[in-house]
C-alpha cells in the first residue's frame, strides 16, 4: 500500500485502487493553515460524491463507493500533472494579475478594461502546473504539448470534459441562486489510457460561488459580491498580510474564525445539495476510516 499525504488529502493506493481521505486540513495560497475547519473533510468528501455521480455522462470519474463522510474509494490513475481551472468571471488571482498589468493570463489575451469580477464573455481554460509541494505555476496549451505532457488529442478531450462540467455547474449552481465563476478539475489515466476526472469536483475547496441574485447591483456598485467559496479565507489571509510569501506572518486563527469557516462550509454543502449536513453523522472516526481503507485495498 503507498500513502500520499497532501495539503488537505491523504491517498492510500495498491494495484488499481485509491482510497481518498478529505482531512479536515485547510490549505490557501499553497500552505496549510495551523488549525483544521470541523467537519469541512466530509462536506467537501459528501458534496463532491453527490456531482460525480450527476456528470459520469459529461465526464468518466474515478469515484466507486462513499463508505464513510470523509472517505471515497475508486479506481487508481496517474495523475496528469495539470489543474484544468475553467473561469467564467475575472476574479481571484487573475483579478490580481490583470490589476498588475496582466493581460496575457496562460495563453488567454484579456482585453483592457474589464472590471473586477466581471463575466467574461466566453470561459476560458487557465491550466497550471500540479507541483507535489510549494506554488503551483501558471502554464499554457502551447506548454503542454511542448513539454510533452500531453499530446493535442488528449488535451482537446480534457478541455471537452472540461467545458461540459463547468456548464453543468454553472446551470446547476443557477437553480440554487449561485454563479459558478469558476472552478478547478484534475485530470488521470487509467493503465489502460483512459482519461478519467479525478479528486474533488465543484466544492468550494475547488469551485468559486456567487450569490446569483446579489451579484448584478453588488457589480454595478463596486461592491464585492457575496459569495460561497473558500475565498473568504484568502480574503481574511491578505486582510492580515499574509500571501504565502517568504516572510509572510500566519495570522492567529481564532475559536470563532475556525467556527465561520466551518459554518460556512456547512452552509455550501445545504445550499448546493438541499440536503441537511448532520453532524452527528460526520464525527472523525480514524480508527473506522483505517479499517475501511485496508478492507478495500487488500480484498
Request: with cysteine.
Amino acid at each position: 500500500m503507498k500513502h500520499y499525504r497532501g495539503k488537505v488529502r491523504d491517498t492510500f493506493t495498491k494495484n488499481s485502487k485509491i482510497a481518498l481521505l478529505a482531512s479536515n486540513r485547510i490549505s490557501a495560497f499553497d500552505v496549510i493553515l495551523p488549525r483544521p475547519i470541523p467537519y469541512k473533510g466530509a462536506v467537501l468528501n459528501l458534496l463532491s460524491a453527490f456531482f460525480l455521480k450527476q456528470t459520469k455522462s459529461i465526464a468518466p470519474n474515478w469515484l466507486n463507493d462513499v463508505p464513510n463522510p470523509y472517505l471515497s474509494l475508486g479506481a487508481a490513475c496517474q495523475q496528469i500533472p495539470v489543474e484544468v481551472i475553467v473561469r467564467g468571471f475575472i476574479a481571484g488571482s487573475m483579478w490580481r494579475a490583470y490589476e498588475n498589468g496582466v493581460r496575457d493570463f496562460c495563453g488567454n489575451i484579456l482585453p483592457d478594461g474589464l472590471k473586477r469580477n466581471q463575466k467574461l464573455e466566453f470561459p476560458i481554460i487557465t491550466p497550471t502546473t500540479k507541483a507535489a509541494e510549494g506554488h503551483d505555476e501558471d502554464t499554457t496549451e502551447a506548454e503542454i504539448i511542448k513539454n510533452g505532457i500531453l499530446t493535442m488529442e488528449s488535451w482537446e478531450l480534457i478541455k471537452k470534459y472540461a467545458f461540459g462540467l463547468y456548464q453543468f455547474g454553472q446551470e446547476y449552481a443557477a437553480k440554487k441562486n449561485l454563479i459558478l465563476v469558476d472552478t478547478k478539475f484534475e485530470f488521470g489515466q487509467t493503465q489502460d489510457g483512459e482519461i478519467l476526472l479525478i479528486d474533488e469536483i465543484l466544492t468550494p475547496d475547488s469551485s468559486r460561488y456567487f450569490i446569483l441574485d446579489a451579484y448584478q447591483s453588488n457589480f454595478e456598485n463596486g461592491q464585492e459580491p457575496e459569495q460561497l467559496s473558500k475565498e473568504f479565507v484568502r480574503q481574511w489571509l491578505i486582510e492580515n498580510n499574509f500571501m504565502g510569501r517568504v516572510g509572510d506572518m500566519m495570522p492567529e486563527m481564532s475559536d470563532s474564525k475556525v467556527e465561520e469557516i466551518s459554518s460556512r462550509y456547512i452552509n455550501l454543502y445545504e445550499q448546493l445539495t438541499g440536503l441537511k449536513f448532520e453532524k452527528n453523522n460526520a464525527i472523525w472516526n480514524e480508527e473506522e476510516i483505517h479499517s475501511i481503507v485496508n478492507k478495500y485495498l487488500n480484498d
